[in-house]
């Protein structure tokens, strides 16, 4: 999607697009998966660049019509696979009911991946 001000490439998710009618998550995973290699083999510099922005754009949507399972299992895959590139994550495009549950259940998240967290919403 681009870089931001400190040269870090940025990776952008509508949540909007996701369709688990039409593909299946494996399918997601893949997608995902070869995104973030193409970003890491070639977007980075050892040193320099080390880590990326990753945007979550909820569409102003809210929990009944996005598929937060989907979502849930894909972030904790990538979590698991490209944990040490996260820089900054940002879900944009919130309803205050999400970023109030977000505020509920952050205790349960680490303080070092709460950081790295920023929920912007619509108003």
Known sequence: F??????????????????????????YYCAFNAVLNLVVSTCFVPGVIENY????????KNFTSLPFEALGSIIKKMSIVYSMFLGTMLIINTQNFIKFSFNAFKIFIHEDTRKKILMLNTD
């Open 2 to 27: 681009g870089r931001d001000k400190s040269n870090r490439p940025v990776v952008y998710l509508d949540l909007t697009k996701i369709k688990l009618d039409r593909y299946e998550i494996i399918d």
């Open 53 to 60: 922005l990753f945007v979550i754009d909820m569409g102003g």
